[in-house]
């Protein structure tokens, strides 16, 4: 039923007018939503990607015997062994934002990677409030307002968790969303968003970069005024780079909450994790118990780091595998086996890089004149603590999600029983 529903359903549930309002009126601000037309068109699909309440239901317990397998003492140890040094602080926040992306095709469900800073809630938010019923057969399955709601109240509370978490007791003053050139980011229209649901929860906020941000009398301050708290967007994941000096600082010295921060990036996105978490033996060997190596091992795509030992093997089996830099985000210079060229592979082999066996992502027509074309997509689980807060689709042509696909963008998921 559902593969069918992908194949065959071309019915549009975006409303465009009420997507406008939510990213203006309700949430955002004034020609918001223009901008998001002309500097980011594809953002948004048209169309929702229909999975089945199993399938939402495997993903979460996925994520539950990883979130169990990280909070072994020996899987921090061994994590925090080889991380920088940024990443053995402990500031007490949990991080949030957590990212489970997973591909699901013909039932075959299949972990792709964990991302510690994923982007997107927000914009999903607002692209549930802006859907609608195109028949009858669908109006149960359009997301209901008061989940949105319910979202959007979670995430603030994520944030004032993490803040109580690091110790505080007195309620935030400030908060600031940091990347390197804000508003030159694709998903700067997402930081705006944050900006004012903030701000209508009564802590003001701002959007900056790394190198506006200076720590004085032992705090951390952004025009001359303190701040509490960074939701932290930054790429650079264990704040190396010399424009995150001051957010480093802050980090490491207690004079902001910072999340995502490197300790968690070192815990949970490092692609090496994802070799271990598909090796039976070595995850015996931390005392993982029988049925969650069982769940993981069926779900988390065999990989292993690439080296000179079994660079031979690995190039004559690179048809069904996908490579995947370490330290690799945004699935930048990642390459499908069948697509890699002699020159890449020397790269490759060079170091700082695993193979994933190759897992099929989904595909959703969407085009009603033209059956055949299709689109890949991708699930994004965003997880908190443990639990997942939504879970959202994301279409795309090509070897990875990169948002410059006609028709494609982030799509809502609709649940079948």
């Not at 991380?83 to 489970?100: E, I, M, Q, W």
Request: proline share 5%; charged share 25%; hydrophobic share 45%.
């Amino acid at each position: 039923m559902i593969e069918a529903l992908n194949r065959e359903c071309f019915c549009i549930s975006l409303d465009g007018q009420a997507l406008a309002d939510a990213l203006e009126s309700e949430l955002g601000s004034p020609g918001l939503a223009a901008q998001v037309r002309q500097q980011c068109p594809y953002l948004f699909s048209a169309q929702p990607v229909f999975v089945s309440r199993e399938h939402l239901e495997r993903m979460a317990r996925v994520v539950t015997a990883i979130e169990s397998v990280v909070a072994m003492p020996a899987w921090r140890d061994e994590a925090l062994a080889r991380a920088p040094a940024s990443a053995r602080h402990d500031g007490g926040a949990k991080g949030v934002f957590l990212g489970y992306d997973f591909h699901l095709d013909a039932g075959r469900l299949g972990l792709i990677e964990i991302n510690t800073n994923a982007g997107g809630a927000l914009l999903n938010a607002a692209l549930a409030r802006a859907q609608r019923a195109c028949c009858e057969a669908m109006d149960h399955l359009v997301p209901r307002l008061e989940h949105v709601v319910a979202l959007e109240r979670d995430v603030f509370a994520m944030f004032v968790e993490e803040w109580r978490r690091s110790g505080a007791t007195r309620p935030l003053r400030r908060i600031a969303i940091v990347d390197r050139a804000p508003e030159q980011q694709y998903l700067y229209p997402e930081f705006v968003l944050f900006r004012r649901l903030f701000e209508r929860n009564g802590v003001p906020a701002v959007i900056a970069d790394p190198a506006a941000l200076s720590v004085r009398d032992g705090e951390l301050r952004h025009d001359g005024l303190p701040v509490d708290l960074v939701y932290n967007r930054l790429t650079d994941f264990y704040l190396e780079e010399a424009d995150s000096a001051a957010l480093r600082e802050a980090w490491l010295g207690g004079a902001a909450v910072v999340t995502p921060h490197p300790r968690a990036h070192a815990l949970y996105a490092d692609k090496r994790h994802l070799a271990l978490l598909s090796d039976d033996a070595r995850l015996a060997a931390l005392g993982v118990d029988a049925g969650t190596r069982e769940l993981l091992l069926a779900h988390v795509p065999r990989t292993e780091l690439v080296d000179a030992r079994n660079a031979d093997r690995l190039w004559g089996e690179r048809r069904g595998l996908f490579f995947k830099p370490v330290a690799g985000y945004g699935g930048r210079a990642a390459y499908r086996g069948d697509k890699l060229t002699k020159r890449v592979w020397q790269d490759i082999v060079a170091g700082g890089f695993v193979a994933q066996r190759f897992a099929a992502p989904g595909e959703r027509a969407v085009d009603v004149d033209d059956p055949t074309r299709v689109l890949k997509f991708d699930l994004r689980n965003y997880v908190y603590d443990g639990a997942v807060q939504w879970v959202a689709a994301r279409l795309y042509q090509g070897q990875t999600t990169n948002f410059r696909t006609p028709g494609g963008g982030f799509a809502p998921v609709y649940s079948t029983p």
